[in-house]
């Protein structure tokens, strides 16, 4: 039985009591009676606004996740190397992926300054052994 089935029970009751509602007793169970149906109301329209907000969060959730994939693509794209460098005419931080690197080249989506780089060989560790 539902809150509101609940509250009405009870104001049937109420009625086949035959309280007088000019007497303080009948008075008091009245407002009370009243007051519980406003919260059995209220109750059910909270319910009703979280299905709703429930619905509304999958949806986006759903969304988030498309584009996710899309941003980010399959796990196997994972291992991708990412660079990042600054622009030293704007100071905006350029980030982009192997291919570039070896395009050589890349514009400042911020300001379209072309970016160059130069592909070097790691430094040698003079503490590593020789193989």
């Known amino acids: 039985m539902s809150i509101g089935e609940q509250v009405a029970y009870l104001k049937g009751l ?3 009591m035959e309280l007088e509602r000019d007497k303080k007793e009948g008075k008091l169970l009245s407002e009370i009676i009243d007051i519980l149906g406003g919260v059995a109301d209220e109750l059910e329209a909270l ?3 979280q299905g709703t907000l429930s619905e509304t969060l999958d949806a986006v959730s759903g969304d988030l996740e498309d584009v996710e994939e899309a941003l980010f693509g399959d796990e196997e794209d ?3 190397a990412c660079y990042a460098a600054t622009c030293p005419a704007c100071q905006e ?3 982009f ?3 570039v690197l070896e395009d050589g080249e890349i514009l400042c989506p911020n300001c379209g300054r072309k ?3 130069e592909i070097e060989p790691p430094p040698e560790d003079e503490d590593a052994p020789e193989a």
Do not use: N
Request: aromatic share 12%; glycine share 16%; no cysteine.
């Open 115 to 117: 970016l160059e780089f």
């Open 78 to 80: 994972e291992g991708e």
């Open 14 to 16: 109420a009625e086949g």
């Open 97 to 99: 992926d192997e291919g």
């Open 47 to 49: 319910r009703d606004e």
């Open 93 to 95: 931080t350029v980030y």
